[in-house]
């Protein structure tokens, strides 16, 4: 049976070991920053790169940059169907994304659960909310830049199994770029930490979730066809950057997304996504499937009014 190492280095050493790669991931983005900004003025990201991320919302998920207009908001739902078959209860996660200027994103979301009836009751309510911050930079037509910094937390007692009853809090930088656009191909690279709080709640960490901070790195790949996409992801995250015992995982995870129902520019209102799993970890090594549906609902300022005109000036 594979064992958990307790950490080598007392609290204040990993406090402070924290607080030194907080101090430098802040430093860093305010460097970048500064050297992106005087060449950003008026600059726009390339049309198939903004179009691209538009197409593939899921990536925002990731942390890509959205490149939206500013007043842009969108709305998504990602209602769990496989609670039907597997469990008590039915999870449906609501969020919204709103661009509050040409940089600056934010982001809301609220994981809600309910008793569907093909089961025993576990009532319903709030079961995590998770608040974000995104600033998006455009380094040159063909890259964009985005830092991050979100917090997730467990809401109210729901059933035990629903989360990790831990709270997270995930600064991250990602860069894309476009690799190849006449294959509709866009690359990207994610640096981040994982820092956890506990709280009242029993933690109830899933099969190779570290159990102490961590940092992460992650690599992928993303491949639109005319009906439907691959997105492939490669992370590796490791405890030892943050003065524990190296404990690591790593992973691969291939998705397939399929477009259910579009708009009339193309982009998805709803998305059916088929993802696998390979994780290696402290626990051994996991396989999984899982299924999962997104529905968008977009608004971007002028947007129906550019519709309207189209209408009536159609021949």
């Not at 991320?53 to 969108?74: C, M, Y």
């Not at 809301?108 to 995590?128: I, K, N």
């Not at 476009?178 to 899933?206: K, Y």
């Not at 943050?242 to 477009?259: C, T, W």
């Amino acid at each position: 049976m594979l064992s958990r190492s307790s950490p080598s280095s007392a609290p204040r050493i990993r406090s402070a070991g924290v607080s030194l790669l907080l101090l430098a991931l802040v430093a860093g983005l305010h460097a970048q920053s500064v050297a992106v900004a005087p060449a950003e003025n008026g600059r726009r990201p390339s049309e198939f790169l903004e179009s691209f991320i538009d197409r593939l919302p899921e990536l925002l998920d990731i942390g890509l940059p959205s490149f939206a207009p500013p007043g842009a908001v969108r709305l998504y739902a990602h209602p769990r169907l496989g609670d039907l078959i597997h469990e008590d209860y039915f999870r449906l996660p609501v969020g919204a994304r709103v661009k509050v200027n040409e940089r600056v994103e934010l982001r809301a979301e609220l994981g809600t659960y309910f008793t569907h009836g093909l089961g025993d009751s576990v009532g319903y309510g709030l079961y995590q909310g998770r608040i974000g911050i995104t600033k998006e930079h455009v380094l040159w037509r063909d890259a964009g830049l985005s830092t991050s910094l979100e917090f997730v937390t467990p809401l109210s007692r729901p059933p035990r199994e629903i989360t990790d009853g831990v709270r997270h809090t995930l600064p991250s930088i990602t860069f894309t770029r476009t690799v190849v656009p006449r294959w509709g191909m866009v690359g990207f690279a994610t640096v981040g930490l994982d820092l956890i709080d506990h709280t009242v709640l029993e933690p109830n960490f899933r099969e190779n979730q570290l159990r102490q901070n961590s940092a992460m790195v992650m690599l992928g790949v993303a491949r639109e066809w005319r009906r439907m996409h691959l997105i492939l992801r490669v992370f590796d995250a490791n405890t030892a950057p943050m003065g524990y015992e190296a404990e690591n995982v790593f992973g691969i995870r291939p998705s397939i997304g399929v477009p259910l129902l579009r708009r009339d520019d193309g982009t998805p209102r709803a998305t059916a996504t088929f993802e696998g799993r390979a994780i290696w970890g402290p626990d051994g090594f996991e396989t999984g499937v899982t299924t999962r549906i997104r529905v968008d609902l977009r608004y971007r300022p002028g947007e129906s009014r550019r519709k309207q005109r189209a209408f009536q000036f159609a021949p």
